[in-house]
């Protein structure tokens, strides 16, 4: 009786140990796909700027991802999506000033159509599996998004390159890798660490 009792109080001793030893680490219930193009912070702000308004019911391939509105000026940022994905280093900025009444653009949007006959042949599940091989991102959840990446290349004259990405990233952190959905090539990627 005595030895069941000794053993019953160094198991939940152990178990006890075990746990507190996992305090800091992040436990992932599964990671996230992002397909979604619906603005990412609430739009209600611009109401005073109606121009700004105006460009977002224009161009539907905006999605304001961040709004600054102080008291120098209203700036609305956007990611920008080409055939329902997302082309990760393009963007779009739009900016007021208050105190003179004028507006300042910034248009990182592709130029040329994107093709949308690029290979997928990686799903998500490869993808994901790549990115960890590349960077250990220790257990934490991930996001995965499909989307395009170009490099403009129209200064030099020859055609813009585009190639369809994976997009992996640490949830509530700074990791990440970019791989080709054709075939696997890493393209970029970050620890999240600054050394």
Same mark, same amino acid.
């Given at each position: 009786? &005595?030895? !069941?009792? *000794? =053993?019953?109080? /160094?198991?939940?001793? $152990? ?6 030893? +996992?305090?800091?680490?992040? /436990?992932?219930?599964?990671? !996230? ?7 990412? &912070?609430?739009?209600? &702000? @611009?109401?005073? *700027? ?5 460009? @977002?019911? !224009? ?7 961040? =709004? ?15 055939? #329902? ?13 208050? +105190? ?11 130029? &040329? ?5 690029? $290979? ?11 990115? +960890?091989?590349? /960077? ?5 959840? @991930?996001?995965?998004?499909? #989307? ?8 030099? @004259? ?9 997009? *992996? ?27």
């Amino acid at each position: 009786m &005595v030895f !069941k009792l *000794v =053993i019953s109080i /160094i198991l939940i001793s $152990a178990f006890v140990f075990l746990q507190s030893c +996992k305090k800091g680490e992040q /436990i992932c219930n599964g990671n !996230k796909e992002i397909k979604s193009t619906n603005h990412l &912070v609430d739009i209600s &702000v @611009l109401k005073t *700027v109606p121009q700004m308004l105006d460009t @977002l019911a !224009k161009y539907k391939e905006l999605q304001v991802d961040k =709004i600054v509105n102080d008291e120098y000026m209203t700036s609305v940022c956007c990611n920008y999506f080409s055939n #329902g994905l997302i082309v990760f280093n393009a963007s779009y900025t739009l900016t007021k000033s208050k +105190k003179f009444n004028f507006f300042i653009c910034e248009d990182y949007r592709p130029k &040329v159509t994107i093709p949308t006959n690029l $290979a997928k042949n990686i799903d998500y599940r490869k993808a994901l599996e790549i990115a +960890k091989n590349e /960077i250990n991102f220790s257990g934490s959840c @991930l996001s995965y998004q499909l #989307g395009y990446y170009y490099s403009d290349t129209s200064e030099i @004259l020859t055609p813009a390159s585009f190639k369809l990405v994976w997009s *992996v990233k640490e949830i509530d952190g700074g990791a990440y890798v970019f791989l080709d959905a054709g075939i696997g090539k890493v393209y970029s990627k970050f620890d999240g660490r600054y050394n």
